[in-house]
Structure formats: C-alpha cells, structure tokens
C-alpha cells in the first residue's frame, strides 16, 4: 500500500507540474509584450500540445500505470486515448521541425525573415500541423492499418470476458505501416531538424565574423540582433535535445516491438520508456526560462504579480502625488509670470 501510494503521489505531481508549466508558457507569451513574436506561436502551439497531453492523456495512463497496466474502460475508449496520444506525439515532433525551419530562415535571411514568415504563413503551418497530426493518428488506429489483420483493434473486447486476464490497451505495432509511420513521423524529421540545427550554428557564427569585420561602425548594433536569434536558437536546439533524449527510447523500443509477431502485455521497459517520453511535455517549460532572458522575466513576473500589483499601486499613488505636486509649482509659476508681465 505504501509503495502504490508513492506511485499515486508521484503521478499526480508529474501531471499537475506538466498541466502548471505550459500553462505558465502560455501565460508568458500572453502577457508580456517581449514575447510577442511571430516565432513564439509555434512556441505556443507546442505549449498547447504538451498541456492536452497532461490533461487528456496522462490522467489515463497514470490510471492504467496504477492498475499494472490493465484497461478498465472498454475498446472504444482504448482506441480514442491511443488516437489522443499518437496525435499529440506527432504535433510536437512536427511543431519542432516548424521552430526550426523558422530559426533556419531567420538566421540565413534575417532582412526577408518578416516578409516570408508572415502571421498568415504561420497561421496556416500551425493548422497543417494540427490536420496531419490527427490524419495520421485517426485512420490508421480507427480503420485498422496498423494491425497485423488490418481490422480495427480493441472493439473485439467482450464486455463479460476473462476478468483475471484483463485487457492492455495498446497500439498495434504490428505491419509494415507502423516502420513507415514511425521513421515518416521522427527519425525523417529528426535528421532533418539535427542538419538544419547543425547548418544554423555554422551560419551564425559565419555572421558575426562577416559584420565585426565589415561594419565597424555597427558592428555593435548588428551583433546583438545576431546574438540574440543565436541565443533564441540555443534555447531551441536544447528543446529538441531534450525531444531526442526523451523520445527516442520510446520510438526505438516500440519500432522493435513492431517487427515481432506478437506484441506481449506491457512490461516494466514498456512504463519506463512511455513515461520518459511523457517527461518531455514536463521538461519543456523549464527549458524556456533557463535559455532565455525574456522568459525568466515573464516567469517572474507572473509568479510575483501580487507583489508586482501592490507596487504599481504605490507607484500610481506616488505619481498622482507628483503630478499634483507638480501642477501647483506650475500654476504657482504661470501665476508669477503673468504678475510680472
């Protein structure tokens, strides 16, 4: 009892952290006007994925991690949350590989970047993002791709079968669909963020060298803008790092799982490398705030907005005081001007 009562605790401190910091991502970009770029909507975007997987995917999993991996709602459900996790998995994986060919664009073209990266662009990338994610997490689970017989899995469940066995609610990794699907939707993605990433370093770097040596006379100017789409871009590839560390496990086991003929009742590997992949959504608001300055400040000033709202207060009475102060010296001065004149 105590060592499931620990699990319990554990669980819902990891999914109340995921829902709270996206939130805070949220808010951040919300709120402070620093924020307020084109580039932060994929930022966004990613946030909003991240926090529908803490609000409809892991209460279910936690559930059934608490259970030792039985499924106690039915098929229907099975295939839904399936559906849920595998769109939600796909949005990030595709939100990244945006963020990057938006860092990509604005370090080799930074003159054009607000001419080619319009908010209709993103607008209408964030939505295609959004469509493929659910096309390729709805039909193949409810048309039956991705299992060995092609028929819809989990909906041969009878509702008064074998209670000792259980049932184990789990995406069929099972054909040659589910390799396409799995190097289609992350390992092709991820060589090509690791090469566009790699060629941004290079080009950042060549950048700064060319202006210090070129402009002199702006060299400062022109360095910062530099330094700070590098400094964005640091803050970036640390995101993907923690993607890569965080769900490549998953992809590999299950990728392997998927070339067996039969796929066995999940196991103590199947939890670890599910919940590091579900770590990801957990480790994305930390990374903001440590890479970068304009989210440690919205950070802050949303975690102290009491003391930051008692403050503007005794600064708004403190002005009133001054402007009134003020008007009397003037009107005092205007008064004396007009006596002398």
């Given amino acids: 009892m105590i060592a499931t009562a620990l699990r319990w605790l554990i669980l819902v401190f990891f999914i109340i952290l995921t829902i709270g910091g996206n939130v805070l991502v949220c808010l951040a970009v919300g709120m402070s006007r620093r924020l307020w770029r084109i580039a932060n909507c994929f930022v966004v975007s990613l946030a909003v994925t991240d926090l529908l997987l803490g609000l409809l995917v892991l209460p279910l999993s936690a559930t059934v991690e608490l259970r030792s991996g039985e499924w106690?709602?039915?098929?229907?459900?099975?295939?839904?949350?399936?559906?849920?996790?595998v769109m939600l998995c796909t949005a990030s994986i595709l939100t990244l590989l945006a963020i990057s060919v938006d860092r990509y664009l604005a370090i080799s073209a930074p003159l054009s970047h607000s001419r080619r990266v319009t908010p209709l662009r993103v607008t209408l990338a964030i939505i295609a993002i959004w469509a493929m994610s659910l096309a390729v997490s709805v039909l193949p689970i409810h048309l039956g791709w991705n299992t060995p017989d092609y028929r819809v899995q989990n909906l041969d469940w009878a509702t008064g079968g074998n209670e000792k066995e259980g049932y184990y609610c789990q995406?069929?990794?099972?054909?040659?669909?589910?390799?396409?699907?799995?190097?289609?939707?992350?390992?092709?993605?991820?060589?090509?963020?690791?090469g566009m990433y790699l060629c941004i370093f290079r080009m950042a770097r060549e950048q700064a060298r060319r202006i210090r040596a070129t402009m002199p006379s702006f060299a400062r100017t022109a360095t910062a803008v530099v330094a700070r789409e590098h400094k964005a871009t640091v803050t970036l590839a640390a995101v993907l790092g923690a993607f890569v560390i965080c769900w490549f496990p998953y992809f590999t086991y299950f990728t392997w799982i998927g070339m067996k003929e039969k796929t066995n009742p999940p196991n103590t590997l199947h939890s670890v490398v599910l919940w590091l992949g579900y770590f990801n959504s957990t480790l994305n608001p930390i990374l903001y705030p440590a890479f970068n300055r304009d989210f440690r400040r919205a950070y802050?000033?949303?975690?102290?907005?009491?003391?930051l709202y008692r403050r503007k207060l005794h600064l708004n009475g403190v002005n009133k005081r001054l402007t009134f102060t003020n008007g009397q010296r003037l009107s005092q001065q205007c008064e004396g001007q007009i006596d002398i004149h």
Avoid at 72 to 85: A, E, K, T
Avoid at 177 to 191: H, R
Avoid at 300 to 307: M, N, T
């Fill in 300 to 307: 802050g000033e949303l975690l102290h907005c009491k003391r």
């Fill in 72 to 85: 106690p709602f039915g098929g229907v459900l099975c295939n839904i949350y399936i559906s849920l996790d």
């Fill in 171 to 194: 995406f069929g990794w099972n054909n040659n669909y589910v390799l396409l699907y799995a190097f289609g939707s992350f390992y092709l993605p991820l060589l090509v963020m690791c």
